[in-house]
């Protein structure tokens, strides 16, 4: 299209950074060159973002142009709906000085086909692999300088934390002061709340229990929902220690046991980390707040949805509606809102019978996969590859410490490398989880069901694992009839 050509529609970015404060490169001056790459190119500059990214070494800090430049680069307009095809920047280290960010760049931009890129030294074709891996090259580069100087000042707590010796502040709760030995009724209190935790119930739930036992903190405080969330995901528990976001490990990847005590075991505290950090859990976002942080006081409500067929012959999907009703037996009913809620309104269905049926198909199913973990071998599957990988990577690293590899082969592969072992590791943690799931629910689950400590945040914890939802179809004619459970229909998740 001949129009194309005459004009291109892209965004200038520019970073004001320490060192482009101290080269005099102000964000005027890259967004003059940013014109002069536009002109030169026949491009126009639709628009200009603008960070001011003093500390932008700490992987912390949030540039909101940047973020905004990456939305519109993705839909390919700007909120006012004006088109975009592209960005100029004065150089690749302007753009960000973190690999991922780089790469979510990329993605951005090469999100449809014909975008085009340029730095002051012309047009780079971001969709080619050589170039994206050469910029990405270039960003490791300034990233390793940026971190050589933070290494250096966190080098003797990182000895320390390898050395599993406590490194400064307050005793952690659970605890006495030297940080080693178990202050015995905190410790108790930890552990509990840690295996409860894993069973499904809410933080919120354990928070209210501590809160009325007069359970304090070690600043004498009362626990939040953050600071229990926090306390509850310090891998310290089991006796391992984060430092910066990752666990200390030895040499071949194994975390390293500190001297302190332990209260639960690793793969306890897996089953924590996997809750808190990833979807897995019922109940928990991947930001790890709790969604039941307010527990509905109906055991399905959210989970029964209308199964009501529309005019266009699509269901409903409402979700169903508590409402009281003392003429009935049981006292309540779910039912679909009315239109102007969002519903049909045309499904209703006694709520006693419908929890009892369904406690009980989820019962028999969780009775069922008890069993089968028996059955099953206990061993995760990826062990091998995650060691081999493991083990090439460490001598790819070797080799290109020796110089035995090109850096231009031993960067892309390397991150390769590493995007696959943190993939089997995030799904070594997934199967713990589950395994520590299944050893739960395994026992008795129906005495533990009716047991008063099961409480309502729980149950629902555990009808989310199992299903996705329950379809509650009409009942044909008119008039009462007798509960037909064959109106329900769970929709099971796949993996369960
Ligand atoms: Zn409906």
């Not at 924590?272 to 859990?281: K, P």
Request: proline letters at 4%.
């Amino acid at each position: 299209m001949a129009e194309a050509a005459q004009s291109v529609p892209v965004v200038s970015y520019a970073r004001i950074s320490a060192d482009t404060a101290r080269d005099g490169h102000g964000v005027e001056d890259q967004h003059r060159v940013n014109d002069e790459t536009a002109a030169r190119l026949g491009w126009t500059i639709v628009h200009r973002y603008t960070d001011n990214d003093l500390s932008a070494a700490k992987a912390s800090v949030v540039r909101p142009s940047f973020e905004a430049m990456l939305k519109a680069l993705k839909v390919g307009q700007l909120p006012d709906g004006q088109q975009v095809r592209g960005a100029i920047v004065v150089a690749d280290d302007r753009l960000t000085r973190r690999a991922g960010d780089y790469e979510r760049f990329v993605d951005a931009l090469t999100y449809d086909e014909g975008r085009v890129y340029a730095d002051a030294k012309g047009p780079k074709n971001l969709y080619s692999e050589d170039v994206e891996s050469m910029g990405l090259f270039g960003v490791v580069i300034s990233k390793m300088e940026v971190r050589k100087m933070q290494r250096r000042t966190r080098r003797s707590h990182r000895r320390r934390a390898e050395q599993g010796i406590p490194v400064g502040g307050k005793r952690p709760f659970g605890w006495k002061d030297d940080k080693l030995t178990l202050a015995p009724e905190e410790a108790a209190l930890l552990a509990e709340a840690a295996r409860d935790l894993i069973a499904g119930r809410s933080l919120h739930s354990i928070q209210l229990e501590w809160r009325e036992k007069g359970v304090r903190t070690v600043h004498g405080k009362e626990w939040g929902s953050r600071s229990l969330k926090l306390a509850l995901w310090n891998p310290r528990l089991c006796g391992w220690r984060k430092h910066n976001g990752e666990l200390v490990r030895d040499a071949n990847g194994v975390p390293v046991q500190g001297k302190w005590e332990p209260i639960i075991t690793p793969k306890e505290w897996m089953a924590i980390d996997a809750l808190f950090s990833s979807r897995v859990g019922p109940n928990a976002k991947a930001d790890g707040t709790i969604t039941d942080y307010r527990t509905p006081s109906h055991l399905l409500t959210g989970i029964l949805r209308c199964g009501k067929p529309k005019a266009d012959g699509q269901i409903c999907n409402a979700p169903l509606r508590v409402s009281t009703r003392p003429d009935l037996s049981g006292g309540y009913i779910y039912q679909c809102p009315s239109k102007s809620m969002g519903g049909c309104g045309g499904t209703a269905r006694n709520g006693a019978k419908v929890d009892e049926y369904i406690t009980e198909a989820v019962l028999a199913k969780l009775e069922e996969r008890a069993a089968a973990t028996r059955k099953e071998d206990a061993d995760w599957g990826g062990e091998e590859e995650l060691n081999r990988l493991v083990t090439k990577r460490q001598k790819m690293l070797q080799a290109w410490q020796q110089d035995l590899v090109s850096d231009e082969l031993f960067f892309p592969e390397n991150h390769k490398l590493e995007t696959r072992i943190k993939e089997l590791r995030a799904e070594r943690t997934r199967h713990a989880l589950q395994r520590q799931r299944a050893a739960i629910v395994d026992g008795d689950i129906r005495a533990r069901w009716n047991s008063e400590k099961f409480d309502m945040a729980q149950k629902r914890a555990l009808i989310r694992e199992a299903m996705h939802a329950v379809i509650v179809l009409p009942v044909g004619g008119g008039g009462r009839r007798a509960f037909n459970p064959d109106l329900l229909v769970p929709k099971w998740k796949e993996d369960f």
